[in-house]
């Protein structure tokens, strides 16, 4: 039982370009996050997925993407990278919108030059 | 704007002593808290959640919500060096999480 998984761990972009992090979970949960982690901030909510099938924006939604594939797999695209979203990229799941706890991936960290 | 405010720290604490990590937030419309732990470099878990005025208590943590002051605390009891980590506070609001910024927690043995 893996729980969420990340992939990739690291990734250096230059700007303009594109790149889609995946995040997948095996615990068969309902509800899915993207965040964005920065110095000194809390985590922001980027796009999240109540349920299969929908999908909404969340605080920082600009610049992003998001697919849910199927209710195992949650991805984030940045169509056009820019130096503003350097940073680190959580993805998390819990059973559903009234479970209390979230379960969180080990995070891509993100450097756009 | 919803807010969760806490001091960044760094908070030192001797080992064996008791840490106390404060939290505001400005949203009386919710009054479900989480705290999480997050060592540097991983991903935050999740230590407790309360939503009932006053203390929850599980083993050497105890979280307080004082609804009036607007204000939820974390206490650690008898602090570990494995203590050491940055805590969020969190605030759920219509199902997604507002979180506070964290504050730096570090034991000195």
């Known amino acids: 039982n893996a729980g969420v998984t990340q992939t990739p761990k690291f990734q250096v972009l230059k700007t303009g370009q594109s790149m889609t992090l995946q995040c997948a979970q095996d615990?068969?949960?309902?509800?899915m996050y993207w965040y964005r982690q920065d110095p000194g901030m809390g985590l922001r909510l980027i796009y999240y997925?109540?349920?299969?099938?929908?999908?909404d924006k969340g605080e920082v939604p600009n610049g992003y993407n998001v697919s849910r594939l199927n209710k195992r797999e949650f991805s984030l695209r940045l169509e056009s990278a820019a130096p503003s979203q350097t940073s680190v990229y959580f993805c998390?799941?819990?059973?559903?919108?009234?479970?209390?706890?979230?379960?969180f991936g080990p995070g891509t960290r993100l450097t756009v030059t | 704007q919803k807010e969760v405010e806490q001091n960044s720290g760094p908070l030192s604490v001797p080992e064996g002593a008791i840490a106390s990590l404060n939290c505001t937030y400005s949203?009386?419309?919710?009054?479900?808290f989480f705290w999480y732990r997050q060592y540097s470099g991983k991903s935050p878990e999740l230590i407790m959640f309360?939503?009932s005025n006053g203390d929850k208590e599980d083993g050497r943590f105890t979280a307080q919500l004082n609804k009036a002051s607007q204000y939820v605390s974390l206490l650690i009891r008898d602090s570990q060096p494995s203590d050491s980590a940055t805590y969020l506070c969190?605030?759920?609001?219509?199902?997604?999480?507002?979180w506070g910024a964290g504050t730096k927690l570090i034991i000195k043995p």
């Open positions: 998390a799941s819990k059973p559903g919108q009234d479970s209390y706890e979230q379960y």
């Open positions: 615990m068969n949960h309902n509800s």
């Open positions: 997925s109540a349920s299969e099938g929908t999908t």
């Open positions: 949203d009386r419309g919710s009054q479900s």
């Open positions: 309360i939503y």
């Open positions: 969190a605030q759920r609001v219509n199902y997604q999480l507002i």
